[in-house]
């Protein structure tokens, strides 16, 4: 059962990587290199801590990357050790990586816990349907540039969706518990 699961993850990004197009390999893999450390996620977070109005919304982001920073890389991917996806399929990445483990995407754990923790708190519509939007796109991007299986971005993108749901289930509690001191 898990070895067809298996070849129908490396079968699924085997075909991602037949609707590459030059025209977009350059964007993509500036954008999916935007995610390295989450340094794009870190540096939006830390943006919003200067602006009140979004300082709630870069607090909890950053709480929930360095929740799934320890679920997923700390954690997960050494304990996994699934090898990347060109060790095993004719795939050709746009990127490189220094990690040699694929699973979980680390990229779209970070994005996710950003981008949701984002949607939940961010005081602007547009913000938050943007946040998940971009978290939805960097995923994608680290499937185009062939660095990941599907499998791992959707683990990375629930990893990173429970983390910001347990951040903010804590924020939730912290307020209630500071609402109720007299």
């Known amino acids: 059962m898990l070895d067809t699961l298996l070849q129908l993850d490396g079968q699924l990004l085997t075909a991602i990587q037949g609707l590459r197009m030059a025209w977009l390999d350059p964007v993509v893999s500036i954008y999916t290199k935007l995610g390295d450390a989450g340094i794009l996620w870190i540096a939006l977070s830390l943006a919003m801590l200067l602006y009140k109005p979004t300082r709630r919304a870069g607090t909890l982001a950053l709480g929930a990357m360095?929740?799934?920073?320890?679920?997923?890389?700390?954690?997960?991917?050494?304990?996994?050790?699934?090898?990347?996806?060109?060790?095993?399929?004719?795939?050709?990445?746009?990127?490189?990586?220094?990690?040699?483990?694929?699973?979980?995407?680390?990229?779209?754990?970070?994005?996710?816990a950003a981008g949701l923790s984002w949607a939940r708190t961010l005081p602007?519509?547009?913000?938050?349907?943007?946040?998940?939007?971009?978290?939805?796109?960097?995923?994608?991007?680290?499937?185009?540039?062939?660095?990941?299986?599907?499998?791992?971005?959707?683990?990375?993108?629930?990893?990173?969706?429970?983390?910001?749901?347990?951040?903010?289930?804590?924020?939730?509690?912290?307020?209630?518990?500071?609402n109720n001191v007299y």
């Open 66 to 112: 360095i929740l799934g920073l320890l679920v997923t890389n700390i954690t997960i991917k050494p304990l996994v050790e699934r090898p990347r996806p060109w060790l095993d399929w004719p795939i050709l990445p746009l990127v490189t990586e220094k990690d040699p483990n694929s699973f979980p995407s680390g990229h779209t754990c970070a994005a996710f």
């Open 124 to 178: 602007w519509r547009w913000g938050r349907i943007a946040a998940p939007v971009l978290a939805a796109l960097m995923g994608l991007s680290r499937l185009y540039v062939g660095v990941h299986y599907p499998s791992d971005v959707l683990a990375g993108a629930v990893i990173g969706a429970l983390c910001a749901w347990v951040i903010w289930k804590v924020y939730q509690i912290y307020e209630e518990r500071r």
